[in-house]
């Protein structure tokens, strides 16, 4: 089974702004939940009641504040650049869409977006940026879910999936 899943990785410990974040990007927080284990995390991904509600999950770990998000949208949002440079850190997005083969990653790092790349199907549909030093073995045209894994690991904010790892998680 391919994934289906984006993850912002916010160097440092952001989990108290993450609501503020979600704001800033015109979500409406109806409620937040703090869950104990990771199994309760990824069933309260799960939610969605409709179209125009969905659930996100935060958690901090290893020196990063990770923002799953099954929407896949947030990553690429211009917020990051705000938050970089107001935090004075790197802010790591990707997205894995097994579906239509899509990967790709976005690095903003104190205000500026040093990367952007997509690969959709073994075709690069956006290529901004130099490549980072933590992917120069990398083939877009035939990255999938264990190269965008590994980038995640070599910057130094390695994603474990949720219901596997965490002990605490804000939802």
């Known amino acids: 089974m391919s994934m289906h899943i984006s993850v912002v990785s916010i160097q440092g410990d952001h989990l108290g702004e993450i609501t503020d974040v979600l704001r800033n990007c015109r979500y409406v927080i109806e409620d937040t939940v703090t869950v104990l284990t990771g199994e309760q995390a990824a069933r309260g991904l799960n939610w969605n009641p409709d179209r125009n509600r969905v659930a996100k999950a935060a958690y901090y770990a290893s020196g990063w504040t990770f923002l799953v998000d099954p929407e896949l949208v947030l990553m690429t949002n211009d917020v990051w650049l705000e938050c970089s440079q107001q935090w004075n850190n790197r802010v790591f997005g990707w997205v894995c869409e097994g579906a239509s083969c ?27 940026g130099v490549r980072l030093p933590e992917e120069t073995d990398i083939n877009w045209k035939e990255a999938g879910e264990d190269e965008i894994l590994e980038i995640a690991k070599r910057l130094g904010a390695e994603y474990n999936p949720i219901a596997d790892h965490l002990d605490e998680s804000q939802m």
């Open 102 to 128: 899509t990967y790709g990653l976005a690095v903003f790092d104190s205000g500026s977006k040093r990367r952007e790349v997509f690969s959709s199907d073994g075709e690069i549909v956006v290529n901004v």
